[in-house]
């Protein structure tokens, strides 16, 4: 092998390996919108979100997935599209937060929970 491949080869898969060492696991990521869209539907469940406050927060989870899907696109997520989407997804969870404690209910749905009628 020249001297020239061999060059060519080490740089190539010095930039393989760079690139398989940025790239971020998004395990933590799945986790945790997992969590929040199940907390979402508990919220719902429990009166404590209204449906419009329901649709607003599902929406915040679909929008990051697509975010999701796009950084994954090219096969490596990078540290900024990583942080990217755990500030998203911070906030996201900080908007749960403050639609559960904002006093409004769907007092329907407490109403039937009440009465065992929801399911």
Known sequence: MSI???ILLT???TALLSAAA???DLRPVDRAQSRQIGAIEHLRKTGQLTRREQAGLLAEQRS??????IARADGVVTAREYRDLREAQAAAG???RREASDGQKNYFRVWKDKHGLVR
């Open 94 to 96: 900080a908007n749960i």
């Open 22 to 24: 940025s790239a971020h």
């Open 11 to 13: 740089a190539g898969l």
């Open 64 to 69: 990051i997935a697509e975010r999701q899907r």
């Open 4 to 6: 020239r491949k061999t």
